[in-house]
């Protein structure tokens, strides 16, 4: 019974977590991810390589990302691109390089363009559903119901919204 009861807590405070989290919004998050292809592209580095250039934008791509940290504390993109940023670090040993905090100053960045669609005049919106068990599977193998009322937002934007229920 006890573990039940603390599956169930931990089940609680993952969802209450992952919920504050996508309420407060990870919006800039995107603009890092954004920021760094760009600069990436910029600099002409194809794929992640051991090299002062790459590093120079990885560590900015970081520093983007930690700036990012109050708002994004329960999101998953949050803490996966932290992660990552930290592994392609170690990968390509960028601690060997002598990296500056900043870019070149005068370097023009290209806008980006972040969607390039553009609904017609008579748009139809489309809706889908998606549909599963309440059920939570907790560490010892029991099932328990996840009852939460009402709908909060995963993602929302001018082009598709996606919205969680239970």
Not at 107 to 134: F, M, N, S, W
């Amino acid at each position: 019974r006890l573990h039940v009861m603390a599956g169930m807590y931990a089940a609680i405070f993952f969802l209450m977590t992952a919920v504050i989290g996508a309420k407060k919004g990870c919006s800039r998050l995107e603009g890092c991810r954004r920021e760094y292809l760009a600069g990436l592209e910029e600099a002409g580095i194809l794929e992640p390589e051991p090299t002062l250039a790459y590093c120079q934008e990885l560590r900015l791509f970081g520093q983007c990302v930690q700036r990012t940290t109050k708002g994004c504390r329960g999101d998953l993109a949050f803490h996966s691109t932290s992660s990552l940023v930290d592994t392609l670090a170690r990968r390509y040993n960028c601690s060997q390089h002598k990296i500056r905090g900043e870019r070149k100053q005068g370097v023009a960045r290209p806008a980006y363009v972040a969607c390039t669609y553009h609904r017609a005049q008579t748009a139809i919106k489309k809706e889908c559903g998606l549909y599963g068990a309440p059920d939570l599977r907790t560490f010892s193998s029991h099932y328990q119901k996840c009852n939460v009322i009402g709908t909060w937002p995963l993602l929302d934007n001018d082009y598709l919204a996606v919205q969680i229920t239970n």
